[in-house]
């Protein structure tokens, strides 16, 4: 089971762009008390931050070469714009900008803000795995009076940014799924929005209902545009088992450094290990030499359901620059074993690995993810900074024009082959 909760509401980034506000020193808020953070208190959080980050974070270099962002060599500027916060909303953006600055979207405070979403998902996944325990530990290494402080902050501040809209359907109401089918083509289409692990249950016969009728077309179109993940198993236990009539293997191999946090939260990561040369792909980044990487190739079977038959038409997985994490995954795995033809435009990566790390920080209670391995693709380049490249690139405007360039696509080969 992979927890790979990704932003479904706010993100974040857009912290990136605020303008200074005027906030009161003092906060109050319904039913919470806390004391306010001396300035001592947020600058020892905030280095207790840059040390765990040091040791364990692998996208520093990535962070430098795509972005131009050399973080580390910046940290006394952000120390500086931590001291100059006037109160605790204030360190709340700082913070979050801070972390946006890594450019990495499975590095944030997301598990602060929704606590009981993460604190719930992982309590319930270590009761039947024990190696999901570590988190439910970090998570419990601050409590909900101060969780409750820093979530009614954020709400605080995206409700004076006016980016919370109140008029917004909840997940329970959001229509997950859209199918169609288009008989001229003898195409089987399903838009699949989100991987949410909310959506696993109530999508599941729906799936399935739709993946046996899609036996029946030539071509079958998974549209995954905008999605940016949620868990993997999704799409493993619910997708890829009902196209298949044998198991499927796909590997991924990983690069994270020797760190403590690493071996607490991943610890079979340091049993059989590999060395850099033993991996033996050919464009993996130039920070993987120096030693302070080790390598874990990971291999995962996935299984057909009982008298499943398989797929033998074209199946084609649409994706978009929003495609991540887990939504990631799934065109890594279809490029990766040619399962699929991947068809659209670059993704947006990171979808190679595990769950991200959490750290707590000490004086605040604020409790931030990042990623703890650097996944890398075939050709051992990092997933994370050249994302996956389709197999046809589509260029359009939006994901509809996008669709219908592929189906225009799938008309011309049937016009070919008359």
């Not at 030499?289 to 649409?318: A, D, H, V």
């Not at 920080?361 to 931030?368: A, D, E, F, R, Y």
Request: hydrophobic residues 35%; glycine residues 4%.
């Amino acid at each position: 089971m992979k927890l790979k909760t990704q932003k479904k509401y706010i993100n974040n980034k857009f912290f990136l762009v605020i303008i200074p506000l005027m906030f009161y020193t003092t906060l109050t808020f319904s039913q919470v008390a806390v004391k306010v953070l001396t300035t001592k208190e947020k600058t020892l959080d905030f280095n207790y931050l840059v040390k765990e980050l040091e040791k364990s974070y692998p996208y520093f270099d990535i962070n430098k070469r795509v972005n131009q962002v050399d973080w580390l060599s910046k940290k006394e500027e952000y120390q500086q714009k931590i001291k100059e916060t006037k109160n605790d909303k204030d360190f709340f953006l700082a913070l979050t900008s801070i972390l946006n600055s890594l450019n990495n979207d499975h590095t944030d405070t997301y598990p602060t803000v929704i606590y009981n979403y993460f604190y719930n998902a992982y309590k319930g996944a270590s009761d039947q795995d024990s190696s999901y325990l570590p988190y439910v530990q970090e998570l419990e290494k601050t409590n909900t009076i101060r969780t409750k402080y820093w979530t009614e902050i954020n709400s605080t501040i995206l409700s004076e940014l006016k980016v919370i809209d109140n008029n917004k359907p909840n997940l329970e109401t959001i229509k997950n799924i859209e199918i169609d089918f288009k008989n001229s083509l003898s195409v089987a289409l399903i838009h699949i929005k989100s991987f949410s692990y909310d959506y696993l249950e109530n999508d599941s016969k729906k799936l399935k209902h739709f993946l046996e009728k899609a036996h029946n077309y030539k071509n079958l179109v998974i549209d995954i545009q905008g999605n940016d993940g949620g868990d993997t198993e999704y799409w493993m236990g619910n997708i890829i088992p009902y196209l298949i009539n044998d198991t499927i293997t796909f590997s991924a191999t990983y690069g994270f450094k020797r760190s403590d946090r690493l071996k607490k939260f991943k610890p079979d990561y340091f049993e059989n290990t590999i060395t850099y040369d033993e991996v033996g792909l050919p464009n993996m980044p130039k920070e993987l030499k120096n030693g302070s990487y080790l390598f874990r190739k990971e291999n995962t079977i996935i299984n057909p359901i009982s008298n499943s038959r398989k797929y033998s038409g074209n199946i084609y997985l649409l994706v978009d620059d929003v495609v991540f994490s887990s939504a990631e995954t799934l065109a890594y795995f279809c490029k990766s074993t040619k399962f699929a033809t991947v068809v659209g435009e670059k993704t947006n990566g990171d979808g190679v690995g595990t769950d991200p790390l959490l750290l707590t920080l000490p004086k605040s209670g604020i409790v931030i993810r990042f990623s703890g391995e650097m996944g890398l693709n075939p050709d051992g380049s990092a997933n994370d900074e050249t994302k996956t490249v389709p197999d046809i690139i589509i260029k359009a405007k939006n994901k509809k024009e996008r669709l219908n360039k592929l189906l225009l696509l799938i008309e011309s080969k049937i016009t070919m082959n008359r």
